[in-house]
Antibody
Framework: QVQLVQSGSELKKPGASVKVSCKAS????????MNWVRQAPGQGLEWMGW????????TYAQGFTGRFVFSLDTSVSTAYLQISSLKAEDTAVYYC?????????????WGQGTLVTVSS | QSVLTQPPSASGTPGQRVTISCSGS????????VNWYQQLPGTAPKLLIY???QRPSGVPDRFSGSKSGTSASLAISGLQSEDEADYYC????????????FGTGTKVTVL
């Protein structure tokens, strides 16, 4: 069965960087794109963008350009989200998510989420 | 960033029917299918409805979705205590370079 397992919670100081991982199993990693979704405390869901796991080409939603980088290590079926120059407003739970089929535009498979806390 | 508008809250007693609305525009709901997600406290979202009115395997038929023009609705019939959660509509938006947009979210309380 499809599983997306994310790395654990992180506590970082403002200005630092963080790298969140999302390890996939139960399917061919390069056959499906990986999406990232942010949820600030007490707030709604926000789509950050996606990465083509076949080509490595990322697409970022407006508001997630510059400090946010999607990357892959296909040898270990893992997608990464790196955030640099962290700010307090980056405090959120970050989810990786995958569509059920190649042409679907919705997310059936989700990671458990990674809480990133930015505080001095 | 939410361009899909939902009521912040809805409630009902066990067994009642609750409906949640989702209002969008021609670039999202008006031209693409709508999906609904359920998020229980402290957990990841779960796909509840896809392609306007389709339920993934395992989702009870108490949950149903519909779409008309630039609006969509989620109905929960026979409300149960375990349905107390946040619900989000979502759709692809064709504006700019394309993006996936979520609704503002609705907290459903079972009284």
């Amino acid at each position: 069965q499809v599983q997306l397992v994310q790395s654990g919670s992180e506590l970082k100081k403002p200005g630092a960087s963080v790298k969140v991982s999302c390890k996939a199993s139960g399917y061919t990693f390069t056959s499906y794109a990986m999406n990232w979704v942010r949820q600030a405390p007490g707030q709604g869901l926000e789509w950050m963008g996606w990465i083509n796991t076949n080509t490595g080409n990322p697409t970022y939603a407006q508001g997630f350009t510059g400090r946010f980088v999607f990357s892959l290590d296909t040898s270990v079926s893992t997608a990464y989200l790196q955030i640099s120059s962290l700010k307090a407003e980056d405090t959120a739970v970050y989810y990786c998510a995958r569509e059920p089929t190649e042409d679907a535009i919705y997310f059936q498979h989700w990671g458990q989420g990674t809480l990133v806390t930015v505080s001095s | 960033q939410s361009v899909l508008t939902q009521p912040p809250s809805a409630s009902g007693t066990p067994g009642q029917r609750v409906t949640i609305s989702c209002s969008g525009s021609s670039s999202n709901i008006g031209s693409n299918t709508v999906n609904w997600y359920q998020q229980l406290p402290g957990t990841a979202p779960k796909l509840l409805i896809y392609s306007n009115n389709q339920r993934p395997s395992g989702v009870p038929d108490r949950f149903s979705g519909s779409k008309s023009g630039t609006s969509a609705s989620l109905a929960i019939s026979g409300l149960q205590s375990e349905d107390e959660a946040d619900y989000y509509c979502a759709a692809w938006d064709d504006s700019l370079n394309g993006l996936y947009v979520f609704g503002t979210g609705t907290k459903v309380t079972v009284l």
